[in-house]
């Protein structure tokens, strides 16, 4: 018997109270049970939802108009060859209008989970040059 909750139906209730329509969701692959999770109104939804994804390993994917509930650990779909990216060392980009110094990131970090490393989280950080 089971005694928790399905994590598809915790992530579907707070979408639907956080206002979003419940047929542009697709929680259809989350299968497992959780215990619960206690939300309060001091944070957004997506703190929830973030915090589920992180205790059960999925993530949201934004395709066919709907936002898909995917869980980690499934085979790929698809290989990007180092071939198929674009290489712009070749083209000259001459850049009209330089952006705003304090709008554009002076550091942003990236988190990622390192599947080579047991799935401990890591952190990729890229700088822009000085002004």
Do not use: W
Request: glycine letters at 6%; aromatic letters at 6%.
């Amino acid at each position: 018997m089971a005694c928790g909750y399905r994590l598809s139906s915790m992530v579907m209730e707070i979408a639907v109270r956080a206002g979003m329509d419940p047929t542009t969701l697709d929680v259809t692959r989350l299968e497992d049970e959780g215990a619960g999770l206690t939300v309060v109104n001091t944070y957004p939804a997506y703190t929830a939802l973030q915090a589920l994804s992180q205790a059960y390993f999925f993530a949201p994917s934004n395709y066919d108009g709907a936002l898909h509930m995917i869980p980690s650990g499934a085979d790929s779909v698809a290989t990007v060859t180092e071939d198929e990216m674009v290489d712009d060392h070749a083209i000259e980009i001459e850049q009209q209008q330089r952006d705003d110094s304090i709008a554009v990131p002076r550091v942003m970090h990236l988190m990622y989970y390192d599947v080579a490393g047991a799935l401990a989280t890591e952190k990729q950080t890229s700088e822009r040059a000085g002004d």
